[in-house]
């Protein structure tokens, strides 16, 4: 004996609103994740990612008497025809102490380009206490043909790091950075200069 099974067309209708709502919100948050993610490592120090400090924040840091050693080190991406490298290789700094440190970039190529830099820290649990109070990182760069420019960077650790069961025993820190073609190259042709301000890409 053949059954018949009665079906709501109200109860497909909610399936389907359900339905749409989920994948309306996945899509919402795969619009979100990078920005999310973004802030999350800068909240974190996740990935090796940097601090910023204002001069203000900078200034009331008890410096430690304890010591730690910084590295630095800097090269370029594929493609990017520039030669880029710290002035110093390593610091020897209190912690909290500010420091100055310097890289060199140079345009070996025969136009403007306009670069940006990518960087971390390594070991990556130790990027949360590594502040940058200025660096050149926060802003597009563009170099004109053979230009060589100097790009300081500010920074401190923060003494919050002696706090750190797992940081605390960190002797070296190592800030990296690399080079990249910025895909805004406005600056470099001449062409609407004012997009070529500071876009947030630093890395932070």
């Avoid at 009331?60 to 520039?82: C, E, H, K, L």
């Avoid at 590594?130 to 401190?156: A, D, E, R």
Wanted: aromatic letters at 10%.
């Amino acid at each position: 004996m053949a059954l018949s099974v009665a079906i709501d067309p109200r109860r497909n209708r909610r399936v389907a609103l359900y339905a749409g709502a989920v994948a309306l919100s996945m899509l919402g948050l795969g619009f979100a994740s990078v920005p999310l993610y973004r802030m999350f490592c800068e909240a974190t120090g996740f990935g090796g990612t940097t601090q910023r400090a204002s001069t203000t924040e900078a200034e009331a840091v008890q410096v430690a008497d304890q010591t730690i050693s910084v590295r630095f080190d800097g090269n370029v991406a594929a493609g990017m025809p520039w030669q880029f490298g710290p002035d110093q290789v390593t610091a020897e700094m209190r912690i909290g102490e500010r420091k100055l440190a310097y890289f060199t970039a140079r345009n070996l190529s025969d136009r403007p380009i306009t670069g940006v830099a990518s960087f971390n820290v390594e070991p990556e649990y130790a990027a949360r206490y590594f502040m940058k109070i200025q660096c050149f990182c926060f802003n597009l760069q563009t170099l004109q043909p053979g230009q060589t420019v100097s790009m300081p960077v500010n920074y401190y650790v923060d003494p919050a790091i002696l706090n750190d069961a797992d940081a605390s025993q960190v002797k070296q820190i190592t800030l990296s950075y690399t080079f990249h073609v910025s895909t805004d190259q406005s600056a470099a042709t001449g062409k609407d200069a004012s997009k070529a301000l500071d876009r947030g890409t630093s890395a932070r």
